[in-house]
């Protein structure tokens, strides 16, 4: 799966999936501008890409609102020259039932999660309109299809996968080809936070009966943005051990 050379930009990328994802681009020989609203991960996730050979650097950006989103392309392109890979990652969960839900942890919820990759993709569609070339990735959720306790989250992630199908028919004229990748349980600091009693109940739910990888969803993102996939766009990938074959309550 062919991506040396490509400039790539993977917003959320100073931990977790985002950084397995940056750590897996740079390998393949992209070039990665590693993005988080914390600008010392940025930079340490960067400098480890650097010190095994990758290209990398670190770029603290806000992409959730339009001057982060807007310096955060800018500095790529003026780096490289070119923006050919949008990697949309960055995400927080808020998660409450709906009559404990606060307006404000609604609101920041969709403004990380979902008007960021508005953002981003608008701003990187300009630079690959342009080059008649691009692969948009967006991270969305398993949880898209529902998830009791999650009702920001899952509006979210569902106006994500809205997001990418639009987005496809839109930029296809262009030789823009834009994917989505639905995670469902992953080892995360994010899951390593729940109770153990808690996480133990969530992976008896999933067929595979183990927890995935940040790496899982980093090959699933490579298979999307590589050269190869230039035929494959407005789909969704679910990296989540067979748990979307069930209802949430399974």
Same mark, same amino acid.
């Given at each position: 799966m062919q991506v040396q050379d490509r400039v790539a930009v993977v917003t959320g990328s100073g931990q977790g999936i985002g950084a397995a994802i940056a750590a897996l681009l740079a390998a393949r020989g992209a070039k990665v501008a590693v993005n988080d609203v914390a600008a010392e991960r940025a930079e340490a996730v960067a400098a480890e890409l650097a010190a095994v050979g990758g290209t990398a650097i670190? %770029? @603290? @950006? /806000? %992409?959730? !609102? @339009? @001057?982060?989103a807007e310096a955060l392309i800018g500095r790529a392109a003026e780096e490289w020259g070119r923006v050919e890979i949008l990697v949309n990652n960055a995400g927080i969960a808020r998660d409450a039932w709906l009559t404990k839900m606060s307006e404000e942890d609604? /609101? &920041? !919820?969709?403004? %990380?999660?979902?008007?960021? *990759?508005f953002l981003c993709c608008r701003e990187a569609a300009r630079h690959m309109q342009e080059q008649r070339f691009g692969r948009i990735v967006n991270i969305a959720s398993r949880a898209w299809l529902g998830n009791p306790g999650q009702v920001s989250y899952s509006a979210s992630k569902g106006g994500v996968v809205s997001l990418t199908r639009t987005l496809a028919l839109e930029l296809a004229r262009f030789e823009i080809t834009v994917n989505c990748v639905a995670p469902a349980l992953v080892d995360t600091p994010l899951f390593r936070q729940l109770k153990d009693e808690i *996480? &133990?109940?969530l992976i008896k739910t999933v067929p595979l009966k183990r927890i995935g990888t940040p790496e899982d969803i980093a090959q699933a993102v490579l298979s999307f943005a590589c050269d190869e996939a230039s035929y494959v766009t407005g789909q969704v990938l679910y990296v989540c051990g067979g748990r979307s074959l069930q209802s949430p309550a399974m």
């Open positions: 670190g %770029v @603290a @950006a /806000d %992409v959730g !609102t @339009a @001057a982060g609604w /609101d &920041e !919820t969709l403004r %990380v999660n979902l008007k960021s *990759q *996480q &133990e109940r």
